[in-house]
């Protein structure tokens, strides 16, 4: 079975500067696409970020577009997101997931099959 651990997370100002990790206890089928969703508090999760692991295809919210970047070390088996111009609405939980979704990597929740604990990204005004 697949674990993934998120870390990076904290507070910082509007404006501020994150980069989340999330490392897999390894890269297999249910890795293939690999993404970061969010859910803030009384509102559903959302995706973020995707990146297919085997070519490096990225896809985005438009919500993050142009400001969070999505990347991957294979060889540590870590995926990660760079998270630049924050805003208090980007506070939430992220947590990373794996899917086992083939091609340009789906942003839809219900292909994710594996998920991290999460980790708490905090942005004041």
């Known amino acids: 079975q697949v674990q993934l651990v998120e870390s990076g997370g904290g507070a910082v100002e509007s404006g501020g500067s994150l980069t989340l990790s999330c490392v897999a206890s390894e890269f297999n089928y249910k890795t293939n696409s690999m993404a970061w969703f969010r859910q803030a508090t009384g509102k559903e999760r959302e995706a973020v970020a995707a990146i297919y692991v085997h070519d490096g295809q990225t896809n985005y919210d438009n919500t993050v577009r142009g400001r969070f970047t999505i990347s991957q070390d294979r060889a540590k088996t870590t995926v990660y997101l760079q998270m630049n111009s924050l805003e208090p609405e980007d506070t939430a939980m992220y947590y990373c997931?794996?899917?086992?979704?083939?091609?340009?990597?789906?942003?839809?929740?219900?292909?994710?099959?594996?998920w991290g604990q999460g980790t708490q990204v905090t942005v004041s005004s």
């Open positions: 997931a794996g899917s086992p979704w083939v091609g340009l990597p789906t942003l839809a929740l219900s292909k994710y099959i594996v």
